[in-house]
């Protein structure tokens, strides 16, 4: 499956922003998808998850910030981020397994990213 990930950008301190990862290629339904993300310098982390039910999981440091949908007809994965901080100034990647949901690193295909830049 191929990802594309859109919706990055600039943003102040407590602002928005929706990031949107178009899957192509296979049944997006089958697919267990998550969101990961790398600021400078650092390694790439967990953001959160989606199972192929809707049901979701968070990392604590985006828990009551960040929603993650999925819209299957539209083969689409969203991150809504909201009330946003300069620490979360990241390339986010989208993600795609089919072996269940994990918060680990071994998902099968990866998105190329989108940059998040929060201002101060």
């Known amino acids: 499956v191929q990802l594309v990930e859109s919706g990055g950008g600039l943003v102040q301190a407590g602002g928005s922003l929706r990031l949107s990862c178009e899957a192509s290629g296979r049944t997006f339904s089958n697919y267990y998808m998550a969101w990961f993300r790398q600021a400078p310098g650092k390694e790439r982390e967990f953001v959160g998850a989606?199972?192929?039910?809707?049901?979701?999981v968070y990392a604590d440091s985006v828990k009551g910030r960040f929603t993650i949908s999925r819209d299957n007809a539209k083969s689409t994965l969203y991150l809504q981020m909201n009330t946003l901080k300069p620490e979360d100034t990241a390339v986010y990647y989208c993600?795609?397994?089919?072996?269940?949901?994990?918060?680990?690193?071994?998902?099968?295909?990866w998105g190329q990213g989108t940059l998040v830049t929060v201002s101060s």
């Open positions: 989606i199972r192929r039910s809707g049901s979701t």
């Open positions: 993600a795609a397994r089919t072996g269940g949901l994990t918060s680990s690193q071994s998902y099968d295909y």
